[in-house]
């Protein structure tokens, strides 16, 4: 059915939050303002490649010349977010300044960014975390001479749980204490009951289990005029929902195929070299994904010229 072959560039959570109201909403939320709809500069930034590479969970705002880069996890937190931000945010700057700005003698005013990750998944995690930059850095320096600071908000079922053992009673006081973070943004809490109506009733791949999970959410009074306008997109975007886990499992794959393809004999070794240069993970990880020493892949990665990650 051709239902199911378009392509959806966007996840559900960017649709609703690049509509400059609602992400005005959730930027008062954050900072404890009110800055109106009618009175504020706002612009959205878009460039073609997301964070996540593979599938837009990213939203970037100008606000009155503040950069404002909103990201949805549902799946594990990486680590690595900082360093992804990184390179967004080069991307998002190399698109917004004027290459002749770049070689002028007075200083060229950019945007101050500001990084968030809103974690909606199932394991546990903090209430609010950050992710820093600096704890990448194979050196740790007194004076940092770059830093890049990520706000984790956990807005999940499992916000603030330490093991899976706690009570229901305390699970839910602790869901009830995250969204206190959010009790201005009435769209972000009507996201998250619509996400959970989708994690209780769809099935995966089942377009009728979406169909009536959007149903059951607008009973409940969650986005209604939303899911009513836009169902069917929304049920093809969740069909079409990025997972992390199951991204680097296929980025995995594709690296060792590489390597088997180039004609290397020692094809777990070429994937790990290809898993760092290419798509970005630490030579530690990619060590241990395939099984082999990391002194073995430094050398290798050493005769790349591939030295610092």
């Given at each position: 059915m051709a239902l199911f072959n378009r392509t959806y560039k966007d996840s559900v959570f960017v649709d609703l939050f690049k509509r400059k109201e609602n992400f005005l909403s959730l930027y008062n939320s954050i900072h404890k303002t009110n800055l109106k709809l009618e009175?504020?500069?706002?612009?959205?930034?878009?460039?073609?490649?997301?964070?996540?590479?593979?599938?837009?969970?990213?939203?970037?705002?100008?606000?009155?010349?503040?950069?404002?880069?909103?990201?949805?996890?549902?799946?594990?937190?990486?680590?690595?977010?900082p360093l992804r931000f990184l390179e967004y945010l080069v991307k998002l700057y190399n698109a917004m300044i004027p290459s002749r700005a770049r070689y002028q003698n007075t200083i060229y005013k950019i945007p101050t960014p500001e990084f968030y990750v809103f974690y909606n998944g199932l394991k546990s995690y903090p209430l609010e975390t950050s992710l820093n930059l600096s704890d990448a850095f194979l050196e740790k320096l007194e004076c940092l001479p770059l830093e890049l600071k990520v706000k984790v908000f956990n807005?999940?079922?499992?916000?603030?749980?330490?093991?899976?053992?706690?009570?229901?009673?305390?699970?839910?006081?602790?869901?009830?204490?995250?969204?206190?973070n959010f009790q201005d943004c009435d769209i972000l809490k009507q996201y998250v009951g619509f996400v959970e109506c989708i994690r209780e009733l769809a099935v995966p791949n089942d377009f009728e289990s979406y169909r009536l999970a959007i149903?059951?959410?607008?009973?409940?009074?969650?986005?209604?005029?939303?899911?009513?306008?836009?169902?069917?997109?929304?049920?093809?975007?969740?069909?079409?929902?990025?997972?992390?886990?199951?991204?680097?499992?296929?980025?995995?794959?594709?690296?060792?195929?590489?390597?088997?393809?180039?004609?290397?004999?020692?094809?777990?070794?070429?994937?790990?070299?290809?898993?760092?240069?290419?798509?970005?993970?630490?030579?530690?990880?990619?060590?241990?994904?395939?099984?082999?020493?990391?002194?073995?892949?430094?050398?290798?990665?050493?005769?790349?010229?591939?030295?610092e990650i």
């Amino acid at each position: 059915m051709a239902l199911f072959n378009r392509t959806y560039k966007d996840s559900v959570f960017v649709d609703l939050f690049k509509r400059k109201e609602n992400f005005l909403s959730l930027y008062n939320s954050i900072h404890k303002t009110n800055l109106k709809l009618e009175d504020t500069q706002m612009e959205l930034k878009e460039i073609p490649q997301s964070v996540y590479k593979t599938f837009n969970n990213d939203v970037s705002m100008l606000v009155n010349g503040r950069l404002i880069v909103m990201v949805e996890h549902q799946s594990t937190i990486n680590e690595n977010m900082p360093l992804r931000f990184l390179e967004y945010l080069v991307k998002l700057y190399n698109a917004m300044i004027p290459s002749r700005a770049r070689y002028q003698n007075t200083i060229y005013k950019i945007p101050t960014p500001e990084f968030y990750v809103f974690y909606n998944g199932l394991k546990s995690y903090p209430l609010e975390t950050s992710l820093n930059l600096s704890d990448a850095f194979l050196e740790k320096l007194e004076c940092l001479p770059l830093e890049l600071k990520v706000k984790v908000f956990n807005i999940g079922p499992n916000a603030g749980k330490n093991n899976s053992t706690e009570s229901l009673s305390s699970d839910f006081m602790q869901i009830k204490s995250q969204l206190q973070n959010f009790q201005d943004c009435d769209i972000l809490k009507q996201y998250v009951g619509f996400v959970e109506c989708i994690r209780e009733l769809a099935v995966p791949n089942d377009f009728e289990s979406y169909r009536l999970a959007i149903e059951t959410a607008i009973s409940k009074g969650y986005l209604p005029e939303y899911l009513k306008t836009h169902s069917i997109e929304v049920v093809n975007m969740f069909l079409a929902e990025y997972d992390y886990d199951e991204d680097i499992a296929v980025k995995k794959e594709e690296a060792f195929n590489e390597g088997k393809e180039a004609g290397i004999q020692q094809s777990a070794l070429a994937g790990a070299v290809l898993l760092v240069t290419k798509y970005n993970q630490t030579p530690e990880t990619a060590a241990a994904d395939f099984g082999i020493s990391l002194n073995e892949l430094e050398e290798a990665l050493r005769k790349t010229g591939k030295t610092e990650i």
